[in-house]
């Protein structure tokens, strides 16, 4: 842990609550923080469903919005 804070940017490591940090939990935040793959893609389609479900909020039932959903999603 303080190998890769010397290396790269600043690294915060997990507590657990009780103020110990697993060697596992180091090696994890260490990894996502210097890792060049992230979820973007799958966040703004998370995001974007959501906004189609917000709405058509009280406008249709569930046939409807599935339909909107999988067809927004093919674009």
């Given at each position: 842990?303080?190998?890769?804070?010397?290396?790269?940017?600043?690294?915060?490591?997990?507590?657990?609550?009780?103020?110990?940090?697993?060697?596992?939990?180091?090696?994890?935040?260490?990894?996502?923080?210097?890792?060049?793959?992230?979820?973007?893609?799958?966040?703004?389609?998370v995001?974007?469903?959501?906004?189609?479900?917000?709405?058509?909020?009280?406008?249709?039932?569930?046939?409807?919005?599935?339909?909107?959903v999988?067809?927004?999603?093919?674009?």
């Open positions: 842990m303080e190998q890769a804070s010397a290396e790269g940017p600043s690294v915060v490591a997990a507590d657990h609550g009780n103020g110990d940090i697993t060697a596992g939990a180091a090696d994890a935040d260490v990894s996502g923080l210097t890792s060049h793959w992230n979820s973007g893609p799958v966040e703004g389609r995001n974007h469903i959501k906004m189609v479900k917000r709405q058509m909020f009280g406008r249709a039932e569930l046939p409807p919005l599935r339909k909107r999988l067809l927004t999603a093919a674009q």
